[in-house]
């Protein structure tokens, strides 16, 4: 039967490529052994979903367990009505019972078509009535809030003494963010801050990335299936742009099968990982539009925004990092630090937050190409003067992250270059004050560094040409652009400070220097 890469809902394992759960959570079995309640928090698509149905069947079918994953995302609709929110909640419950077990093995309150309406209840007469221990995940519960998400905490706590006879021997609470991070004021604006209502928890589980490993095991099962090889250069390319992120493995894989060498003879290279790639990221899909939406959160546009700007992190509780990384956002480096998640995020955050000021540039013609479609560099230097004094300071206005308003203008106005078929690549680290940036359009590749002058600083015209030295090295070229934005307070107007000049770096290089 053909097998596809999935990038929508769960996987099935009899039309999907997927990697065995056991293998993401070894620890898993031991804890249900030892009659433990956890929870398990993943950013969205990472496999959670698929990987607790999978082991819930798992389980069942070792004749051990009975074992189901239900959901309480019906429940959010109602996050100051307890009773109607658990009514809903139960309904779900009995449908998804109805669909993942055999009958001898669902509780027979649902025959007799009088089952309990609260969620406590509903578990006590089950486990109490159930042929074998029960075992219960419950997805989406961080979709809960408020006085429902409370309700339904205090009653798992409260049945938990009395497991396994007269309560469930496991539950699993399963979402996006650990337990003391679940909303529970209105509107959803404070947290938990705490595990109680269910510390009983006894561990926290993330489920991680897909290892270089698990991404050639993965490819390796298409190419099995098919004959289309994926090159080990190729394998190796896809996961360093994803880090393992699962649904982004799956999407370039996807892309690449399904649409760029959809003939299986093709041989899969880098060059198609990275088309794939660009085709995700000027496309942004589901995931990556859901992104969008994290970035406009206070806690973490204070960590993301300075992270941008190559600035210091500053006094940020532990708690937002925690959040970040947990949300799959960011990870941690070699060395305990923090940083994007992976190369594509690096790319679709900027752009992302550029969108608004990016769609405002639809009147800027493209003067920088020569008649025969090639990139002028220097036509390009004069059409960035003429918009960045015709349209900087309004523009900053439109940029939801303000700190970081010039860089976001500088690349909207990029974008726009690279849209006829080039591309941009961004570095920036916590901590080095700069954004460096990478424009390939045809073979002209320029190298550029943005720096921001702030009050009280000296001019940073001296450290940053050491530091253009070091990229435009590592680029193997010559020349490049050395953009600073003065942010000091009473300065003249944009269009009147705007000014170019040649400067010399200590390795040699011919540096435009421009200053906004």
């Known amino acids: 039967m053909t097998k596809w890469f999935n990038t929508a809902g769960p996987?099935?394992?009899?039309?999907?490529?997927?990697?065995?759960?056991?293998?993401?959570?070894?620890?898993?079995?031991?804890?249900?052994?030892?009659?433990?309640?956890?929870?398990?928090?993943?950013?969205?698509?990472?496999g959670k979903t698929t990987a607790m149905l999978t082991l819930a069947q798992e389980l069942t079918a070792s004749g051990k367990y009975t074992a189901v994953m239900v959901s309480a995302e019906v429940g959010s609709a109602f996050p100051d009505q307890p009773e109607v929110a658990e009514r809903r909640i139960l309904d779900a419950w009995q449908d998804a019972i109805d669909c993942w077990l055999p009958t001898e093995l669902q509780p027979p309150f649902l025959t007799n078509g009088n089952p309990?309406?609260?969620?406590?209840?509903?578990?006590?007469?089950?486990?109490?009535?159930?042929?074998?221990?029960?075992?219960?995940?419950?997805?989406?519960?961080?979709?809960?809030?408020?006085?429902?998400?409370?309700?339904?905490?205090?009653?798992?706590?409260?049945?938990?003494?009395?497991?396994?006879?007269?309560?469930?021997?496991?539950?699993?609470?399963?979402?996006?963010?650990?337990?003391?991070?679940?909303?529970?004021?209105?509107?959803?604006?404070d947290r938990l801050n705490t595990s109680s209502p269910f510390n009983i928890k006894v561990e926290s589980i993330t489920l991680s990335n897909f290892t270089l490993k698990d991404v050639t095991t993965l490819y390796k099962q298409?190419?099995?299936?098919?004959?289309?090889?994926?090159?080990?250069?190729?394998i190796n390319h896809a996961y360093y742009l994803t880090?393992?992120?699962?649904?982004?493995?799956?999407?370039?894989?996807?892309?690449?099968?399904?649409?760029?060498?959809?003939?299986?003879?093709?041989?899969?290279?880098?060059?198609?990982?990275?088309?794939?790639?660009?085709?995700?990221i000027q496309r942004q899909d589901t995931h990556l539009d859901s992104l969008a939406e994290r970035l406009r959160e206070d806690r973490v546009k204070a960590i993301i925004q300075p992270m941008l700007a190559g600035e210091d992190l500053g006094n940020v509780p532990d708690d937002d990092l925690r959040y970040v990384l947990d949300l799959g956002l960011c990870k941690r480096d070699r060395g305990g630090g923090i940083e994007?998640?992976?190369?594509?995020?690096?790319?679709?955050?900027?752009?992302?937050?550029?969108?608004?000021?990016?769609?405002?540039?639809?009147?800027?013609?493209?003067?920088?190409?020569?008649?025969?479609?090639?990139?002028?560099?220097?036509?390009?230097?004069?059409?960035?003067?003429?918009?960045?004094?015709?349209?900087?300071?309004?523009?900053?206005?439109?940029t939801p992250y303000p700190e970081i308003a010039p860089h976001l203008v500088l690349m909207a106005f990029l974008h726009r270059v690279v849209n006829g078929g080039g591309s941009l690549e961004r570095e920036y680290a916590i901590g080095s004050g700069r954004m460096d940036i990478c424009l390939r359009y045809g073979d002209v590749v320029l190298g550029m560094e943005l720096k921001v002058w702030k009050q009280g600083k000296?001019?940073?015209?001296?450290?940053?040409?050491?530091?253009?030295?070091?990229?435009?090295?590592?680029?193997?070229?010559?020349?490049?652009?050395?953009?600073?934005?003065?942010?000091?307070?009473?300065?003249?107007p944009i269009s009147d400070r705007t000014t170019t000049e040649i400067a010399m770096s200590p390795q040699g290089r011919n540096i435009t220097v421009i200053r906004g």
């Open 11 to 46: 996987c099935k394992p009899d039309i999907h490529y997927t990697l065995p759960t056991t293998e993401r959570l070894p620890e898993l079995k031991r804890l249900i052994d030892q009659q433990n309640y956890f929870v398990i928090h993943a950013p969205r698509q990472t």
């Open 116 to 189: 309990p309406q609260r969620i406590g209840s509903f578990l006590k007469s089950w486990a109490e009535t159930s042929q074998r221990p029960l075992v219960v995940f419950i997805d989406e519960i961080d979709s809960l809030q408020n006085q429902t998400l409370i309700t339904v905490l205090r009653q798992l706590r409260d049945g938990f003494p009395r497991r396994p006879q007269s309560f469930p021997q496991c539950v699993a609470l399963i979402g996006m963010r650990d337990v003391r991070d679940y909303k529970v004021a209105a509107g959803g604006s």
């Open 222 to 234: 298409h190419t099995q299936a098919t004959g289309q090889i994926f090159t080990p250069e190729a």
């Open 243 to 280: 880090q393992g992120q699962p649904w982004l493995v799956n999407a370039i894989a996807r892309q690449v099968t399904e649409y760029l060498a959809e003939d299986v003879n093709i041989p899969i290279t880098v060059d198609l990982i990275n088309q794939a790639k660009d085709i995700l």
């Open 340 to 398: 994007i998640a992976n190369p594509i995020y690096k790319e679709v955050f900027p752009k992302t937050l550029a969108n608004v000021t990016i769609a405002s540039l639809t009147s800027v013609q493209p003067t920088w190409l020569t008649p025969t479609g090639k990139l002028d560099a220097v036509a390009l230097l004069n059409s960035f003067l003429d918009f960045w004094r015709q349209h900087g300071e309004p523009l900053f206005k439109s």
């Open 458 to 492: 000296p001019d940073p015209l001296p450290k940053a040409l050491v530091q253009l030295d070091k990229y435009l090295s590592g680029l193997n070229l010559d020349t490049g652009w050395l953009v600073i934005f003065d942010r000091r307070p009473d300065l003249p």
